[in-house]
C-alpha cells in the first residue's frame, strides 16, 4: 500500500489503474487534461487560478497555461468551488439590475471586487461580493417622508455631471442617506435620493456648446468646410 501511495503522490495516476500490482484508490494528481475531465474545469479559468497559486505560468500571451508541477486533487477542489460561486459580467449586473458596463464601472472605482483582470480574459465576479455591495447601500435606506422630493443614482449623477460609480462611492463614504419604495430593494435602480444630499460632490465642469456657424466663423472658414 505504501508503494501505491508513494507513486500516486508524484505522478498523475488514474484512479484503479494498477501500480505494483495494487490498484490506484483515488488520483491525487492532475494534469490539464484529466483536470478539465474530471473536474470540468476549462483550461484557461483553471490556468489563471493555478499561475496565481505558482503551480502554473502563461505561455502565448495567457493563451495558454503550462504546469510547474502537477495539480493536486485537493486545490483542484478548492478551485472548482472558488469557480462555481463567480458568474459573469452581464449575469452579475442582471442580478441587480444593472447592465454590465455600469457594474464594471463599479468594479474600477473598486466598489464590488473583479476577478481574472487581464487584458487576455473576462472579467468575473462573486455573487457574494454583489450581494453585499447592496446590502451595503440598504444599510443607508431611511423611510422617506411624503414631502421629500428624490431622484434614483443615475438620474443624480447626471444632474451633478459625474460618473454613476462615482456619486455611489461618495454615497457610500459619506453615508448618504437613501430611500426606497420597497423595504428590501434587491435592485440598484430602486435606490433615490436627494439631489441636495450631493453638495459636497464636485462635478465636472460643463464645456460651453457652440454651433457650427459660431465654429466656422472662429477659424474664418466657410459652414460646409
Known sequence: PGSVLGGNQHFPIATGAIVFGKP??????????????SFGI???????????MGIARPESGGRFYKLNKYIP???LNGVRSELAALVGAKEAAKSIGINYILLERLADQGLIKRYYESDQGSSYYRRRDVEDFIDGLRQL????????????????ARLRGVMTAHVTDHILTHGITLYAASTHPV????????????????????EKIVSSAEV??????????
Do not use: N, Y
Request: aromatic letters at 4%; one cysteine or more.
Open 24 to 37: 490506484c484508490p483515488e488520483q491525487q494528481l492532475h494534469s490539464f487534461q484529466t483536470a478539465e475531465k
Open 216 to 225: 466656422a466663423r472662429a477659424l474664418k472658414v466657410s459652414r460646409p468646410t
Open 141 to 156: 435606506l431611511r423611510h422617506p417622508s411624503p414631502e421629500i422630493e428624490t431622484v434614483d443614482i443615475s438620474t443624480a
Open 42 to 52: 476549462p483550461h484557461i479559468r483553471l490556468g489563471r487560478k493555478l499561475a496565481e
Open 73 to 75: 486533487t485537493a486545490v
Open 187 to 206: 435592485s440598484f435602480l430602486e435606490f433615490r435620493l436627494q439631489l441636495d444630499d450631493l453638495s459636497r460632490l464636485k462635478g465636472r465642469r460643463r
